[in-house]
């Protein structure tokens, strides 16, 4: 089995958000390795590990530029893949995460993806959230300016 990589909720976000507007330089850039990502995710070329909470954030986001039902598919299929690991969260782990996110100066969610990655042994995110940088062994991907 190959490593596991955490997956960020924004590379979701960027995958399948449809604009109402051109997207220009950096804002097309990371749409298009958000879709490259997904790509492979979808296809079993890479095994990843998210939690319901990064999925729920996602779905709060997309739910205002895609049809529900178009929604309701992607998470569907997210969650069939064999190489998608999704994990509960309880009150007691978001509350440790909320403390860790104090400790590291990063959001709940944030700190929430960096708890599950230390219990997990996963060092590597795909992310473009570059508050993930400063946090000691661990690896954005992908890597950009």
Known sequence: MRPLKFLDANI????????RRR????????KNLAKEIVGKISEGKEDVMTTVIHLSEMANILKH?????????MIFGLLTLDNVETTGVSRE???AATELGMELGLDPNDALAVQVMR???ISEIYSFDKDFEKVKGMVRLPSIK
């Open 119 to 121: 219990l997990h042994n």
């Open 23 to 30: 997207l220009m330089g950096q804002e097309e850039t990371l």
């Open 65 to 73: 530029g895609m049809a529900l039902n178009e929604l309701h598919e």
């Open 12 to 19: 979701l976000v960027y995958a399948y958000y449809k604009p």
């Open 93 to 95: 782990d978001y509350s």
